[in-house]
């Protein structure tokens, strides 16, 4: 059931993310990435994290996602022009697009390519979330206590990223006065 | 403020001394701006900067002794403050407060490169670093080159953030630790898998990017050239001295042991196509920066093929990087530097042939250029050469002696010797526009003060560098 | 003795002084320059003095500088000798660029840096120590090339120093993997390491770093840039780079490739033997049909480098001596040469086409010129007096003692060599001296040879007359130096 249901988001995922690239309406490339964005917070609930899949259709689904609706309709963009692509392009891309398919099916292939618990057997501790305190799954308190014990640094860090990210919005597009 | 967080504030001293004059910074701009000139405000701007690196470098020097990093930080936070006098003495663009605050910003970001000690801290500080250079790269606002460097360094930049993240997500799949150590320890004990190879490939794909090593160099033209001198200089040399010391350190703590031949092939393959392509396509260039950037490629070969004796010895791979990109980025600055005090007196400077009869223009930068390009091309007594050198000598070193010519690493250390050779010939030709050519333009350059101590301090390092390696070298050991 | 190193010091310390004096004047450069080559020759006079041959070399500075090298400078016999001649070069080229008014300053720093790696190379006794001074001395070559030159200079001047850094390439790998195969580069340690090698690692080290060094040494068939170079050159850097520089290139296969693989020059002595034989032969016969005076001298810089060569391939005590002391003499008589045919006859005819000047009634026009020509054409064919003759025979007599075949295909290179200076002689200089009709007025006077010009002649002559009549002056320095234990090798390897 949870592994089925994972397939599912999964390809939804996949397809929106690709409909957001492929789209030439931004309207509708947003709303592919609301599509994609839900399909990652429903994978969070299949991994037991229901507090952060909330947090993720809540903040980034919800609140950024629509900052982003607001500004396309504000601005007004057009669709976007047909740029005729060079043939040498898109060979580049099959190319690439070939070798990376190749890599990931002898990725799922390979003998003992993905962790199971026997060949992992030498630290049984080592396997995602064993030695998970449940810092992610067992809602708000404990999510924000590792927050800012443990990641402080971390957050401190994506805050200042934010605010640098800011900085270079307000220089980069203020309109130059005419001297 | 309990023990934790005074534990972790004085850890990060020199970060957060650098955040603090960053807002400083701002805050002084906007509360005196309104009533100063342009020049004024780039002035104040700058020396609050300059103060802010030196408080940091001050916070910094009781670990000098025995803690490598702390030498790494040194360097970077030398190498920023040089682009940081380049900005005073050079730059003529909008927005000084925020040009120093955004470089300041971008040093912390060097900086936790080189102290972060897990797989979040190392991606956040390499988007720390990355964004703030993209804001950089964009910093000219009436070029549409600068924009086109910027987007382009930018789309090339999140891809290759992507990829490391995935290779990341991979690493942290397969063991559940993101503390460096604890993830070498428990990846020491995992079979070779798969899995893990293609985590490395994604990482080096990550770090190849940010060390333009071919294929992942398409950016590395177009921002070097469109980006404001300054920002290039700060791309080319501190940008790339912390992102290879992290890539060191991250295979000193991790170790890719188990899978050692499908990597080092990789790697050597990285390695060649650099080498190749840099200096080849650098010998048709007739743009200074393009020229410097298709030389940064052939460089970065050199310095992956340093890397690649990480695994096997990383305190002497730590050194040998950190004093090749140490030397590298002062004559990348440098460099950058006259082209840009150039700039700043005729409104060109790019072209190899705008540096026509420097030498009737200004003895002085031509002597800097000679310094910087000289070094570049790995020519004694100057540092490239013997960071060139040191770098053959260690990574043959490394290699079994009674099975040298097995090695790939021994054909490509011949190869590198062998492009050293042909890249004299593009170097020169800078040098023959400004040691030969008849000048078209004979007006004498006016170099600000800020830009003289800059261009000043590199030469003199280099020089210093190369004549005495040995005393920087034993810093580290 | 111990005040040698400072020849290097003096030359980089001139170098600066005349560039930040030529900034705004030129005679202070150039006085300058000159009072450093004479402050220099004062050194290695002194140190000459002081100097007892003996088989060791003398150290004069040791002092620990990187991890794999150390600052190490030693002198014998072999370094005095070629020391001895960088002074004299030296001082005879800043004389015959007098008349540089053309950036004086830079040209000087230039002249005196290139000077101060070569002596830095001749004095080194750490592989990596010669060879980082090596690398100095090639960049100044391509200004000095390139700015001051003549006949297609930047070309010249490109393609000179791109042979010179490829031929360093190949000596940096040498170094570098003799260095991974656990040789250290102290010279005086060869001698015990060899051992620790094998047949091919010798061989491969050999073949890289020997070849490295002969393309400066202007071995057939790299040799190519020396004559476009030499004639690109202006007069006082061709004096350098025929007289000096291409003696860098035989020194650093004498002290480096020979000793520390000598498996490998038994391996490769009948190829470097065929190298330098054709070297002489085929250089000497270019030089017989040029018709610009200054490739004539061009080529036969390469064709008696050929007989360094033999000498070194050959490397019995006899033929290596015979080679050093044709190192010097070659470094004196192809400055003197290229001093008249660049500073005397070129900067005032304006023309080195023989046939043109043949048209010239040169003898009577600079006969000082003229006369200082044939004496060293005469010493340049070996004739006995001078000091080309002591020099190759015995080069001869060594590679005879070997070979007898050898010694004879290069010795054709001797009445060769007489064929084209004659010819080249004749040409340029009595050319219609017989022909009373041509008026003066035809030919205005061209202005007379100027101070500097004979001083420098005479310098240059004297020392080829002195050594030619008392080779034993320069040989008492030398062969003791070939007894000490490393050259040993050499000659015990090879005569094996």
């Known amino acids: 059931m949870v592994d089925s249901l994972f397939y599912f988001f999964a390809a939804m995922m996949l397809a929106a993310a690709l409909f957001v690239v492929v789209s030439r309406n931004p309207v509708n490339s947003a709303m592919g990435m609301i599509l994609a964005l839900v399909g990652v917070g429903a994978n969070f609930f299949l991994l037991d994290a229901p507090f952060l899949g909330v947090l993720q259709i809540l903040v980034y689904a919800g609140a950024v996602m629509v900052l982003f609706l607001f500004i396309i309709m504000l601005l007004d963009v057009d669709q976007a022009a047909k740029i005729p692509v060079p043939w040498t392009t898109v060979l580049f891309g099959l190319v690439l697009l070939a070798v990376f398919s190749g890599a990931v099916w002898w990725l799922v292939n390979g003998a003992d390519a993905l962790p199971t618990p026997e060949n992992v057997s030498a630290t049984p501790a080592a396997l995602p979330g064993a030695e998970n305190p449940g810092a992610f799954t067992s809602g708000a308190k404990s999510f924000g206590y590792s927050l800012f014990t443990k990641y402080m640094l971390p957050v401190q860090i994506a805050g200042f990223l934010l605010l640098i990210a800011m900085i270079g919005v307000v220089t980069l597009s203020k309109k130059q006065k005419q001297a | 403020m309990n023990a934790y967080y005074s534990e972790l504030f004085s850890f990060h001293l020199p970060e957060v001394i650098l955040t603090g004059g960053a807002l400083l910074v701002l805050a002084a701009d906007l509360l005196l701006g309104k009533f100063s000139s342009e020049p004024v405000r780039r002035a104040l701007a700058a020396l609050l900067g300059m103060l802010a690196m030196g408080f940091a470098a001050e916070a910094l020097s009781p670990y000098l002794r025995g803690d490598t990093s702390a030498l790494g930080q040194l360097c970077l936070l030398g190498l920023s403050g040089l682009t940081l006098l380049l900005i005073a003495g050079t730059s003529r663009l909008r927005h000084p407060a925020e040009h120093v605050a955004l470089t300041l910003f971008a040093t912390v970001g060097f900086s936790l490169m080189v102290t972060a000690n897990n797989l979040l801290l190392v991606f956040l500080a390499f988007e720390l670093s990355s964004i703030t250079l993209y804001i950089l790269a964009g910093f000219d606002k009436s070029s549409p080159a600068s924009a086109e460097a910027a987007l382009k360094y930018f789309l090339y930049g999140s891809v290759a953030a992507a990829f490391l993240l995935f290779g990341f997500s991979l690493l942290y799949g397969l063991t559940g630790e993101i503390e460096l150590a604890e993830l070498g320890a428990k990846l020491s004990v995992l079979p070779a898998s798969p899995l893990l190879v293609i985590a490395w490939i994604m990482i080096l794909a990550g770090f190849g990017y940010k060390a333009a090593a071919a294929p992942f160099h398409l950016w590395a033209p177009d921002a070097y050239q469109g980006a404001p001198a300054p920002s290039a200089a700060l791309i080319a040399a501190g940008s790339k001295l912390a992102g290879m010391l992290l890539l060191v350190r991250l295979f000193a703590e991790i170790g890719f042991s188990p899978l050692g031949p499908a990597l080092q092939t990789a790697l050597a393959l990285l390695i060649a196509a650099s080498l190749l392509l840099g200096n080849v396509a650098a010998l048709v260039q007739s743009n200074f920066r393009r020229l410097l950037a298709y030389s940064a490629i052939g460089h970065a070969g050199i310095v992956l093929l340093m890397i690649g004796i990480a695994p096997a010895d990383p305190q002497m791979a730590f050194g040998d990087v950190l004093y090749y990109l140490l030397t590298y980025g002062l004559a990348s600055v440098g460099a950058f530097g006259v082209a840009a005090v150039l700039e700043a007196n005729d409104a060109r400077g790019q072209k190899l042939s705008d540096f026509a009869g420097l030498w009737q223009r200004s003895p002085f930068l031509t002597i800097c250029l000679l310094v910087f390009i000289l070094s570049l091309a790995g020519v004694p007594p100057l540092a490239g050469f013997f960071a060139k050198f040191n770098a053959f000598y260690d990574v043959l070193g490394s290699l079994d002696s009674a099975a040298l010519t097995s090695s790939p690493f021994f054909w490509l250390v011949l190869l590198a010797i062998a492009m050293s050779a042909v890249a004299l010939y593009y170097y020169l030709q800078v040098l023959k526009q400004a040691f030969i050519a008849p000048a078209e333009e004979t007006r004498p350059l006016r170099i600000a003060l800020p830009a003289t101590t800059a261009l000043l301090f590199a030469a003199a390092g280099i020089v210093l560098l190369g004549i005495f390696p040995e005393h920087f070298l034993r810093l580290l050991f | ?496």
């Open chain 3, 1 to 496: 003795m111990n005040l040698l190193p400072w020849t290097i010091y003096l030359s980089f310390i001139g170098a600066s002084l005349a560039w930040l004096a030529g900034r705004r004047w030129s005679a202070p450069a150039r006085w300058l320059a000159l009072l450093t080559a004479l402050g220099n020759l004062g050194i290695i006079g002194w140190a000459a003095l002081d100097f007892s041959p003996a088989a060791e070399t003398q150290t004069l500075v040791d002092l620990p500088w990187v991890s794999f090298a150390s600052y190490h400078l030693a002198a014998d016999g072999i370094s005095m000798t070629l020391v001895l001649l960088t002074g004299i070069a030296a001082l005879a080229g800043i004389l015959f660029s007098w008349n540089i008014t053309h950036r004086t300053g830079d040209f000087f720093a230039l002249f005196l840096a290139l000077i101060g790696g070569v002596y830095g190379v001749f004095l080194s006794a750490d592989a990596f120590l010669l060879f980082v001074f090596y690398e100095i001395a090639i960049v100044p070559k391509y200004f000095l090339v390139a700015v001051w030159g003549s006949t297609n200079r930047e070309y010249g001047a490109m393609k000179l120093v791109l042979y010179s850094f490829a031929g360093s390439a190949l000596v940096m790998a040498g170094l570098l993997w003799a260095g991974a195969a656990g040789i250290s580069f102290d010279m005086n340690f060869f001698a015990a390491q060899t051992r620790i090698l094998s047949q091919v690692q010798q061989t491969g080290m050999f073949a890289l770093i020997f070849t490295g060094f002969a393309v400066l040494a202007g071995m057939v068939p790299f040799h190519t840039w020396a004559p476009t170079g030499h004639v690109a050159a202006p007069t006082g850097a061709s004096m350098l780079l025929a007289g000096v520089v291409m003696k860098l290139g035989a020194y650093g296969c004498l002290r480096l490739a020979l000793p520390a693989f000598p498996l490998g020059l038994d391996f490769f002595q009948p190829l470097i033997a065929a190298l330098g034989i054709a070297g002489i032969l085929y250089a000497g016969l270019v030089a017989l049909v040029q018709t610009d005076f200054k490739f004539v001298i061009g080529y036969s810089s390469v064709s008696h480098m050929g007989f360094v060569l033999l000498g070194l391939a050959v490397a019995t005590p006899r033929a290596l001596a015979g080679a050093v002391l044709q190192m010097f003499s070659h470094g004196i008589v192809a400055g003197l040469l290229f001093a008249v045919v660049g500073r005397m006859v070129y900067e005032r005819t304006h023309t080195r086409d023989l046939h043109q000047l043949h048209r010239l009634p040169l003898f009577r026009m600079l006969p000082f010129a003229a006369v200082v020509f044939s004496l060293a054409g005469i010493a340049s064919m070996g004739m006995p007096g001078f000091s080309g003759f002591p020099a190759e025979f015995s080069i001869l007599i060594g590679t005879w003692q070997h070979n007898a075949l050898w010694a004879v295909l290069a010795a054709i290179g001797i009445p060769v060599a007489a064929a084209y200076t004659l010819r080249v002689v004749h040409l340029a200089f009595f050319g219609k001296i017989a022909a009373e009709e041509i008026s003066s007025a035809d030919h205005p006077p061209l202005p007379p040879t100027t101070w500097p010009e004979r001083l420098g002649a005479v310098l240059l002559l004297a020392v080829s007359i002195t050594v030619g009549i008392h080779p034993g002056l320069l040989l008492d320095w030398i062969v003791p130096a070939l007894q000490s234990p490393l050259m040993q090798i050499v000659s015990n390897g090879a005569a094996q």
